[in-house]
């Protein structure tokens, strides 16, 4: 027999639905240069050294966006959040 698909509950999806909304609201806040390496680390897990060769910039560059990326991420889901009423 095969199991049972698992089907989240429509409180969770709603939840991931949010955040996710979220998510996308607050990269759109981040500068594109910054956006870039933040997706590209993060997101698509993609090594800093491959992602300076990509780019066509030196690896400092890299971690100076992605710490200042991050930073401002943080920073815009926090936002958001208390824009939206939430914790």
């Known amino acids: 027999a095969e199991p049972a698909a698992v089907v989240p509950d429509v409180a969770q999806r709603l ?4 955040n996710w909304d979220v998510v996308l609201a607050a990269l759109d806040t981040l500068d594109l240069d910054r956006r870039a390496v933040f997706v590209l680390s993060d997101i698509d897990a993609v090594a800093s050294a ?3 060769a990509t780019l066509s910039i ?3 560059t890299v971690y100076s966006r ?3 990326a991050r930073a401002d991420f943080t920073a815009a889901v926090t936002r ?3 824009q939206r009423g939430e914790r």
Do not use: K, S, Y
């Open 58 to 60: 030196p690896l400092g």
């Open 15 to 18: 939840d991931d639905e949010r």
């Open 50 to 52: 491959e992602i300076a």
């Open 80 to 82: 958001l959040r208390l």
């Open 66 to 68: 992605l710490r200042l």
